[in-house]
């Protein structure tokens, strides 16, 4: 322990060691409430505390929150010293409110104020202290509060180095939490730029950091930066070592601001200025140098710096892409890692490999490894290696060397890890389309993918596979032969039932002749597996056996014998059953002619975008979205939504009768939208053409919610939004499910609540982080609460951006959140009613409309309404039992509001008398305006 | 961008966590536990990288104690790799051969140190010369 100055707590280690010494969970909570209660004590009674011991109190308070107790006092106390011109003080002060206020404390002004003063004080270390202080909580109010400052104080002359540092990641703080309240004026963009040439190292790299989220908002603007960027990073690879004494880690210069600045050059195609360019290609050419020289020191920090280096320097080389001579000296280094002891060479060579093989300079280089890929698929402890070694294995394949790698993955599929295996049937199934020369060996390989990883056969896959036959007639009977055979296995996976179901069903007839496989044989054996499968699977097999009585009308009557058998004809399943009446009447009352016409042969599917592919982007959204170079399908022009796959078996057919199926995919919302009947029409493929453009939309809330504790809010052709909401007093849980009614993932799913204006004074927010990704028809929940501070009219603003296939979509909405969500029904007798109502009589407090019905004037609705709206319905107040009359109490943090309102409906003339009084100025009016058209 | 840091003991006891995003105190607790469960089972033969979420973990083991960084997938993992050893190196000169002990009674002090040497989810400074000299300035004063 270092040794106790002046600033050591002796109390704090005191404190400490009884916690460590306890031997319970519950003697430890025992020690913590008589700290806490003493603590108490001494804030409250004693005023004359002095910093030092304010100081350690509240260093005991910060060391009990963050044992994971919740601290509820001693804010003020922590706030007073900020204000203390003595370090330590400050310093645990700034520390207690970084790590434990949250950003919505009412003591902010009181903190912004206190960190305004710091700033602008003449100590830098108390400078410093406040810029950390706003580069860890910093927030909208601050990058608006310290607009000015924080910038001045780091492009200003005569600021500190230390300073410099600090206020250049406090900007990129601000700049992050809310861009558009930060201001940069465009005349400090040339100095900041400039930082970059910084003789102080550590000022250059805490401004690159700065300058690469800038260079992100404006490249233009920014584009000096690199000019800089190169001449610094040359200074740097080119001296020797001694020159950065401070900076040189294990014999390395500066490898922290070398990556940096070779990040920040990958925000800009190659440079145009031949010079700069060159100076540029010299540097990375040094750098790929000094990766083959001895190294000058057996510590792996060493060579993990360099190499630090180097893998970013060879990210730039791939990024710039124009250079096939360092392109392909970077292939050859990570060829040599790829062999090196250490695990983390491995695998971020293989990693490295990946982006080489999309690079057509390198991609022939990238397959000399080949072998020595296939042999860490098989050799490498590390699952995470394994993995590289698939996605390297993936990227360099090609039609020269297909056979081999599918068969290798193939092989390495039955014993790989159950985490990546559904990803390598994808990889497996995609490579073996895509280089296919005889789709023989192309179906040979996917039914051996389903007899091997079947539960990690996705539909996906098993759609394309009929695909792929419906579209290629000379594979058809080959198909339906090898199909067959397939069934014959003891065990088969449903997955192989699904295929081969499809596939004799359409083209069973093409080996019908053949005594092994006669149609009563093919149906024997099919129905062999009938009662092992999931309904759906069902489905699909009596559309089979539909089309069987179409191809072989010679046992049409054992067909109907099992359409008719009860656990069909009366199945639980609706599904099941309306398939087998149907079809059994189909088969009954139709001649041969019209049944061959309805239950024709599939006609070949439209080529589009892989389905396969768009389900591995899905997979692995942030790696593969930067892959520009992905391997797609030759077809491929846009990434147009595809409906490609036969669903299930509705669309083996041509009937119009069947009803899409309904999920119920959670308990307010149910997501499916109606799907076409026929596998492709025309209709569908053009509403969602407007999907593959980035849309944002804006969308005024309607009184959703309004009557209702649950309620759909929102609803688009992609997703759909319900809420839920439950009142304590001011403060309502909500919670949020968003509904993905789409056939693809959703990624990058963000949402963000606003609260602008005076609502920032009224309503407290506190929503949890959401799941990034939402599933292919699923749906995720999002809950928080929503603190009442004071009376608000306004709605909250929320904002919802996503990509759906890879599109981005926005989408604005106001918040329907109205005051009456606070409102809690109150009974009273009649006395008590009339007598609240006189007392509310000043012209504010009331509010009378007159309105014509929008609805039939009935009774119960009318009711049903006013007690959804939140406030009570009484009986026997009014004299008139055709009236409604009724109380409520808003909850708000800092009071209650009492409000009361009558409602006369007069029949003859269609309309009602609204009258509503409240005891706060103002919320009789909101609620009549709310209230006059809705009934 | 570092998304948090934790320093943890094998009993998955957090002798540190410095949080850089804005995470509800129970998602912190989550993300802790997931943390420890998915670098403790790891041995010497794996690489120092996991994937994590969205993200990726870039941990070191010293003695019982795992330092982990959570970062961004296409962040430089030898970069973060070093700059854990970094810190700890400056914790170690800072504390005359840290020990876990020195974290749990200083850990106002360790808060210090991490604001030099990481900020707002970049890194600050790299100098352990530079880190140490204002640590040492910072600690002569009242």
């Known amino acids: ?70 601290i509820d006092f001693g804010y003020m106390e922590a706030v007073n010293l900020l204000s203390s011109n003595k370090y330590t003080e400050k310093q645990i002060g700034y520390l207690f409110i970084s790590v434990i206020m949250n950003s919505s404390t009412e003591m902010k002004q009181l903190i912004i104020q206190n960190i305004r003063n710091d700033l602008q004080s003449r100590n830098p270390i108390f400078i410093n202290l406040a810029l950390q202080c706003v580069a860890n909580i910093g927030d909208r109010e601050m990058a608006i509060a310290f607009t000015n400052d924080i910038p001045r104080l780091l492009i200003s002359g005569d600021t500190l180095d230390a300073v410099k540092q600090s206020a250049a990641l406090c900007l990129l703080r601000l700049h992050r939490t809310s861009p558009d309240s930060l201001q940069l004026n465009t005349e400090w963009t040339a100095r900041i730029i400039h930082l970059l040439n910084d003789q102080h190292l550590g000022v250059a790299t805490a401004a690159v950091s700065l300058i690469d989220a800038l260079v992100k908002r404006s490249p233009d603007e920014y584009k000096g930066c690199i000019n800089l960027a190169v001449s610094r990073l040359s200074r740097i690879v080119t001296s020797s070592y001694t020159d950065f004494q401070d900076y040189t880690y294990y014999f390395v210069p500066a490898p922290w601001l070398c990556v940096k600045l070779l990040r920040l050059l990958q925000n800009y195609p190659p440079p145009d200025d031949p010079s700069i360019r060159s100076r540029l290609n010299e540097c990375l050419d040094t750098i790929l140098n000094k990766a083959q020289e001895p190294l000058k020191s057996k510590k792996v920090q060493h060579s993990n710096a360099r190499n630090a280096v180097l893998f970013e320097a060879i990210n730039l080389i791939i990024h710039m892409d124009c250079e096939s001579s360092l392109l392909v000296r970077a292939c050859n280094q990570l060829g040599q890692f790829l062999q090196n002891r250490e695990t983390n060479l491995r695998y971020l060579a293989l990693e490295s490999m990946c982006l080489l093989a999309t690079s057509e300079f390198s991609h022939e280089a990238v397959k000399k490894h080949q072998e020595t890929v296939i042999n860490a698929l098989k050799s490498e402890r590390d699952v995470s290696v394994r993995q590289r070694a698939v996605d390297l294995l993936y990227a360099m394949c090609d ?28 990889k497996i199934a995609i490579l073996s389309e895509k280089y296919a020369i005889d789709y023989k060996w192309y179906l040979d390989i996917m039914l051996k993918l389903i007899r091997i990883a079947g539960d990690f056969v996705s539909e996906e896959v098993w759609y394309r596979v009929i695909q792929v036959v419906v579209n290629r007639n000379d594979v058809q009977s080959y198909a339906a032969k090898i199909a067959f055979e397939a069934l014959q296995a003891p065990a088969c996976h449903e997955n192989m039932v699904k295929v081969a179901g499809y596939i004799l069903g359409e083209y069973g007839n093409l080996i019908a002749l053949d005594p092994r496989s006669t149609p009563m044989i093919q149906f024997d054996l099919l129905h ?159 509403s969602f053409a407007s999907l593959t453009k980035s849309s944002t939309s804006t969308v005024q809330s309607n009184k959703k919610f309004l009557f209702k504790n649950s309620d759909i809010i929102f609803e688009n052709e992609l997703i759909q939004i319900g809420i839920k909401g439950e009142l304590m007093k001011s403060s309502m849980h909500i919670e949020l499910y968003y509904g993905n009614k789409t056939n693809f993932n959703l990624i990058n799913f963000s949402t963000n609540f606003f609260l602008s204006g005076d609502l920032e004074s009224e309503l407290r927010m506190n929503m949890e982080p959401i799941k990034t990704t939402i599933d292919s028809r699923a749906q995720i929940k999002q809950s928080g609460t929503i603190d009442c501070l004071k009376d608000f009219y306004d709605l909250p603003k929320m904002n919802i951006t996503f990509y759906y296939n890879n599109i981005p979509q926005k989408i604005d909405y106001s918040f329907p959140l109205y005051l009456n969500k606070y409102l809690e029904k109150a009974d009273m007798d009649s006395n008590n009613f009339f007598l609240r109502w006189r007392n509310l009589e000043k012209p504010n407090q009331e509010c009378q409309k007159i309105f014509p019905a929008k609805f039939p004037m009935i009774y119960d609705d009318c009711r049903q309404k006013l007690e959804g709206f939140g406030w009570s319905s009484l009986t026997g107040i009014d004299v008139n039992s055709e009236n409604f009359c009724g109380a409520g109490i808003i909850h708000t943090v800092s009071q209650q509001i009492g409000c009361l309102y009558r409602l006369e409906p007069n029949k003859q003339a269609n309309m009602y008398r609204l009258t509503i009084r409240a005891s706060k100025d103002g919320v009789a009016k909101r609620f009549a305006e709310l209230l006059e058209d809705q009934f | 961008m570092i998304r948090f840091i934790l320093i943890q003991n094998r009993a998955g006891k957090t002798r540190l966590a410095k949080w850089f995003m804005n995470f509800h105190d129970d998602e912190k607790q989550k993300l802790i536990e997931e943390v420890h469960a998915l670098v403790t089972v790891r041995d010497a033969k794996h690489t120092n990288f996991v994937e994590f979420r969205n993200f990726k973990i870039v941990y070191r083991r010293y003695a019982g104690l795992y330092f982990c960084i959570c970062v961004d997938v296409n962040d430089n993992n030898l970069a973060y790799l070093e700059a854990i050893h970094n810190f700890v190196e400056v914790l170690n000169e800072f504390f005359h051969n840290v020990c876990e002990l020195d974290l749990v009674f200083n850990f106002y002090k360790v808060y210090s140190v991490v604001d030099e040497m990481f900020l707002a989810g970049e890194i600050r400074e790299t100098s352990q010369i530079k880190v140490l000299k204002q640590l040492t300035t910072l600690t002569s004063l009242e």
């Open chain 1, 1 to 70: 322990m270092p040794t106790m100055r002046g600033d050591a707590m002796r109390g704090l280690a005191v404190f400490i060691s009884d916690i460590r010494n306890c031997k319970s969970r519950e003697a430890e909570l025992r020690r913590i409430n008589k700290e806490l209660t003493n603590i108490r004590q001494r804030f409250r009674a004693d005023k004359t505390l002095d910093g030092y011991q304010k100081k350690k109190y509240v260093c005991k308070l910060l060391f009990i929150f963050l044992l994971g107790h919740d």
């Open chain 1, 399 to 426: 039609r020269s060397n297909a056979q081999d790698i599918v068969q290798e993955m193939l092989t390495y599929l039955e014993t790989a890890d159950y985490t990546i295996r559904e990803e390598m049937v994808l």
């Open chain 1, 528 to 686: 062999s597996k009938y009662h092992l499968c999931s309904p759906t699977t069902r489905c699909l097999l009596l559309s089979t056996y539909m089309k069987f009585v179409n191809l072989f009308p010679e046992i049409k009557h054992h067909i109907q014998d099992i359409l008719r058998h009860d656990s069909n004809y009366r199945s639980s399943d609706v599904e099941i059953q309306q398939r087998a009446i149907e079809y059994l009447k189909l088969s009954e009352i139709c001649n041969p002619t019209v049944l061959a016409t309805v239950l024709e042969i599939m006609p070949p599917y439209p080529e589009k975008q892989s389905p396969l592919l768009v389900r591995l982007k899905q997979k692995k959204p942030l790696i593969e979205s930067e892959n520009v170079n992905e391997p797609s399908s030759p077809s491929t022009t846009t990434a147009a939504h595809t409906e490609d796959g036969p669903k299930l078996a509705e669309t083996a057919m041509h009937l119009n009768h069947h009803q899409q199926q309904q999920q119920q995919n959670g308990l307010l919302v149910s997501l499916d939208i109606p799907e076409s009947n026929g596998h492709y029409e025309e209709s569908t493929s053009n």
